[in-house]
């Protein structure tokens, strides 16, 4: 069963916006739409999110991804289109059974923390329970072990303007949290914050994802943070989504200029797999290690190889292993068994210009995995 | 141009409101009056030193000691200028109107913060509510509520109330989009967003504009007291009446006195019913240094158990020393208690025969309210039957107008004084200046100015429409709209230093017996006929208080009795106008007993 699905979502603002969708159907433009002052914020989206997976939204500012997040839980309501949650259409709940949804099923992370600056941290890990009209006694012991989770332990008392933005949004996570809902939409969570927190944040989120696995449904502008977190990704531009994939779909094979331009800047080093680029182990096999053994086996390849990793190991990973010996890092599945190399000359060459569709090697399939191996990845 | 007789349908508005929702009105009347009777009794009740200290302990819980200490010098201040009745007067009005005024403008701020359309088409409103000079809405407002506190609070509050509107709406417009975003994304319904969001952070702007509201209630204090409103406003506005710059400077320092505590008092409580406020205090204490008595406050409870013992005490003394020592022995009297209330406007001749009779009344037991008014809201006072009488009126001609509007609801109690004349006079060092056609061509000398009294005087209009333009002096002259207290300073000035001066007059006046003036002579006779003094009394005043009016129709006075009563009210100076109507009697002994004659029959 699918957890949360959109279907052919629209969201125009203006006058006679049931117009403008049938109009955008026919296959209008969002500037001749524009023209009449009307605004397609979102045109015509549909994904579907797996229970446990995150799913983000990746899209530059004025790209419509703020506004189909707020229809996912009905602070906006579609134009056109519905959004299915457990099966349930939210679209056509009255605003009483609305509510009740969101206060027990979906919760909120907000850009700027969003904290109520009258209430102690508690209170305001609380307020979700408070809502839901859980006695104080309750709420108090439920809000203080979603503080702990998030590491805010000790600070319960305290005010949101004592904390740092990191701790603040620690707190905002810890309310979303503590209400057990099973959806977290996150808007531009961590946007706010510097660099490096930003990162101890986002690992964290994957660390609780691996304890928790909620749906979630994560908006950002920065695609870096996108191919950290995402397991599938919404690529939007202009309202609409140009590219749906995994990260290495994405970095690899981007469906249009304007995806292709912001690959650019990722760091590909992070995002791409041992797995995504391994050659098969027989292009190794019948050759010479570099002390002159010959590599008859797989045996004899894992035993001549720096190091052995997983499918899912960033290939950043790859590099010191691949300085301190001539051979090839042996990849491997979880059973020990080797399914493929990486010579260094390979590890190199992906390093390089983008390479084309022809050149790609293997398309990989464990994006899943990848999320969940980037623990790895921040301890470097 | 086509003239738009806007005026006249807002008269004939008025006139159909007045008719047909006088049981609205009488409603309204009745609530503010009730609430203001109840507050003023509560604030009265204790001595003025225990009421001081009572403001003090609040004083010291909301701002420290040192606030307290010049709280409690300011309000023994007020009473030591002997203004503390009209200070509770203006303190209950204005606590009145602030309720008033927030039992409306809160709601109102609210729903204008959640609907685009409400905001649109109050904020209009409450700009016209806002800068229509007020004196426009008082008049309409004493013809609906009659003279007294109501006209002057419901002032109050139609001037105080925007402020209040606009801050709550700008305070919960304010609140950050976001957090009413999250409330709303965890459910929360949009009447607890409100109670438990927006309301708590739109607090401080909102306790900003109730704060607002306080002051500019103060301001409005003065405004009510010409309809009679009392109060501190009331003493200025008679202090201003009769150019007592002492007066006023006492009660306008009264005024400040409250202004600051109430402003003070209410920027704190701010900071303490907001839980922001309360955090930032509570950290600045912490770092504060030096002296711990300066920053200590005193906690709530205390501050209440405080407060309930002074007012405690308070209530004992007022138990055991408080009641008025009774009239004890005048049971006999004709009056019997009775309470009559008479209105004046400070003229001369006016304020000398009006305090002339309420010594007389209260002397025959008659329980007598004087108060002074502007004349417009004398003669709708009196018309609506809030005001008994008043002795001032002169007729057929100067006060026409006036008599022709509410003539069906006055009584016309005769003629106490006449034949009185209006002219013009100038300083007898003028010698050659005697008559009317003298003035011509001498502009110049006199810096083209004659200096005149209240426009609405009625020999003003005259001047203005028939002597100016008769005698060919209206392109000369310029006739300046003043007071006649400020003619009168004027006169005194020009005529220490010998200066030109030429002044708008009546006889009988105290001027002519204190200066030595020349009244310029009439040859065309455009003054016409010397009007008479009347005494005018509400419809029903005679059916009720037969005596009184027998009294009133009978009453007479020579020119010598009425300038020499004058003249020594004039020496007592303002606010002692009874003594020197009690010394003037004991000159003129009998009289009393003449114009009021006692009851004939023996008392048991």
Known sequence: ?380 | MFRLPLGEWVDSAVDWLQTHLVWLFDAISSIVSGMFDGIAAVLSAPAPLLFAGIVAVIAWWLRGLPAALLTFVGFALIDSVELWDEAMDTLTLVLVATLVTLLIAVPLGIWASRSRTVSAVVRPVLDFMQTMPAMVYLIPGVIFFGVGVVPGIIATIIFALPPGVRMTELGIRQVDGELVEAAEAFGTTSRNTLLRVQLPLALPTIMAGINQVIMLGLSMVVIAGMVGGGGLGGSVYRAIGNVDVGLGFEAGISIVILAMYLDRMTGALGTVVSPLGRRAVAKTRAMAEGWKIWTYRPQPVVAVAAIVALALVAGGMSVFGGSKADTAGKSAQVGDGKKISIGYIPWDEGIASTFLWKEMLEQRGFEVDVKQYEAGALYTGMANGQIDFQTDSWLPVTHASYWEKYQDRLEDMGSWYAPTSLELAVPAYMKDITSMEDLKGRASEFKGRIVGIEPSAGEMGLLKDKLLPGYGLDEEYKLIDGSTPSMLAELKRAYAKKEPIVVPLWSPHWAYNDYDLTKLKDPKGLWGEGDGIHTLARKGFSQENPEVAQWLKSFKMTEEQLTSLEAEIQKAGSGKEQQAVRTWLKDNSGVVDTWAPPRRTPGP
């Open chain 1, 1 to 380: 069963m699918s957890r949360l699905q959109a279907e052919h979502l629209y969201k125009v603002f203006g006058r006679r916006p049931d117009e403008a969708v049938r109009k955008l159907e026919s296959g209008a433009d969002r500037d001749e739409l524009r023209a009449e002052g009307t605004t397609a914020a979102v045109i015509d989206a549909s994904f579907t999110v797996e229970p446990g997976q995150i799913f983000v939204v990746m899209g530059l500012s004025g790209s419509g991804k703020s506004t189909l997040l707020r229809m996912l839980n009905g602070l906006l309501d579609p134009t056109a289109g519905r959004v299915l949650f457990d099966g349930q259409d939210l679209t056509a709940l009255s605003p009483r059974e609305l509510r009740h949804v969101r206060s027990t099923k979906i919760s909120m992370v907000f850009q700027h923390f969003a904290l109520f600056p009258h209430r102690s941290v508690l209170e305001n890990a609380a307020y979700g329970l408070e809502v839901q009209g859980v006695s104080r006694e309750e709420r108090e012991v439920r809000a203080a072990e979603a503080l702990r989770l998030t590491g805010l332990e000790g600070w319960e008392k305290s005010w949101p303007d004592e904390l740092s933005g990191g701790m603040q949004q620690r707190v905002g996570l810890a309310r979303a949290l503590a209400t057990d809902a099973d959806l977290l939409l996150m808007d531009e969570s961590f946007s706010a914050l510097d660099p490096l927190i930003r990162r101890d944040m986002q690992d964290q989120l994957l660390e609780l994802q691996k304890r928790l696995k909620k749906t979630i449904v994560f908006i950002t502008h920065d695609l870096n943070e996108a191919m950290r977190l995402g397991d599938r990704i919404a690529v939007m531009r202009d309202g609409k989504i140009v590219q749906l994939g995994s990260a290495e779909d994405i970095l690899v094979t981007p469906a249009n200029d304007y995806v292709a331009s912001f690959t650019q800047d990722v760091d590909r080093s992070r995002v791409l797999t041992a797995g995504a680029i391994m050659a098969e182990p027989h292009t190794v096999m019948g050759g010479k290690a570099a002390d002159g053994t010959e590599l008859r086996t797989p045996q004899d390849v894992l035993a001549a190889a720096p190091a052995a990793v997983a499918e899912s190991t960033p290939i950043i990973d790859l590099f010191t292993p691949c300085s301190q010996s001539p051979d090839p890092v042996a990849v491997t599945d979880a059973k020990g068994k080797l399914v493929g190399v990486v010579p260094s000359s390979r590890l190199l060459a992906v390093l390089g210009e983008p390479m084309t569709p022809a050149e790609a090697p293997r398309d990989a399939e464990p994006a899943a995995a990848a999320g969940a191996d980037v623990k790895k990845v921040a301890g470097v």
